[in-house]
């Protein structure tokens, strides 16, 4: 099985010699990478619907490997015991969903020491979250697929200080290591604060306070192109 280049920086952050879940797992294959690429890992294969679950099933039956990786079906970290794992993935899902799946079960998440997370969306509010609840972020990476170009993150234990707003919505190592494609995910943020600064200037009662941090925000992205 090949990931695509989304899922391959996912696995490509995940430690060796790890006990870990792979929540959300959709159809199993980032979960039987794992487990391939590193035998001495446990691997948890858990997803909130039946459907996921049954995927995930056939696809490790097809490689042989139902007696390596458990299938579970659950809410988030509620398919773990405490202690089960130590590294979770999460990938696919909204900001703000995947900091609601880790605040969920607070006994499970204690005893996580490493997080992988791949966020569709609410990025700023992700990477906030992690710093107010003593994670800090240790790499990230950029990945493109279908024209589309992802975040990555993975987060380990331990207080940091809250990077700038700036660096919350680029990410705090990507804006460090300027990989290859910091150049369009810039862009794209741009793109994403023109139109909304569009729309608060055509609005019937302009917030011109909010219009000048749009302004100074887009300034910024444009000062690392």
């Known amino acids: 099985m090949i990931l695509d280049d989304r899922l391959e ?53 097809e490689a042989g490997l139902t007696e390596c990786i458990q299938v579970r079906q659950g809410d988030g970290l509620k398919a773990l015991a405490v202690g089960e794992a130590d590294t979770v993935c999460i ?41 107010e609840h003593n994670w800090h972020i240790v790499d990230e990476a950029l990945a493109q697929v279908d024209g589309r170009v992802y975040q990555i993150i993975k987060a380990e ?4 200080e809250i990077p700038s707003e700036l660096a919350l919505k680029l990410g705090p190592v990507l804006l460090e290591k300027r990989p290859e494609l910091f150049a369009k995910h810039v862009e794209n943020n741009l ?3 023109h139109k909304v600064l569009t729309g608060l200037q055509k609005s019937a009662e302009p917030d011109r306070g909010r219009i000048q941090q749009m302004e100074a925000e887009i300034a910024e992205l444009e000062g690392l192109l």
Request: aromatic share 6%; net charge positive; glycine share 8%.
């Open 157 to 160: 234990r331990g207080q940091a």
């Open 191 to 193: 793109i994403s604060c």
């Open 91 to 131: 990938a696919g899902m909204g900001g703000k969903l995947i900091s609601d799946i880790l605040s969920a079960e607070p006994e499970v998440l204690a005893g996580l020491s490493c997080l992988v997370l791949q966020p569709q969306n609410a990025y700023s509010l992700l990477r906030r979250w992690l710093y």
């Open 9 to 61: 920086a996912v696995a490509g952050f995940v430690p060796a010699d790890c006990k870990v879940a792979d929540i959300g797992t959709d159809h199993g294959y980032l979960a039987m990478e794992l487990y391939k690429r590193d035998k001495r890992r446990t691997v948890i294969a858990a997803d909130k619907n039946a459907g996921p679950c049954q995927a995930a099933s056939h696809t490790l039956a």
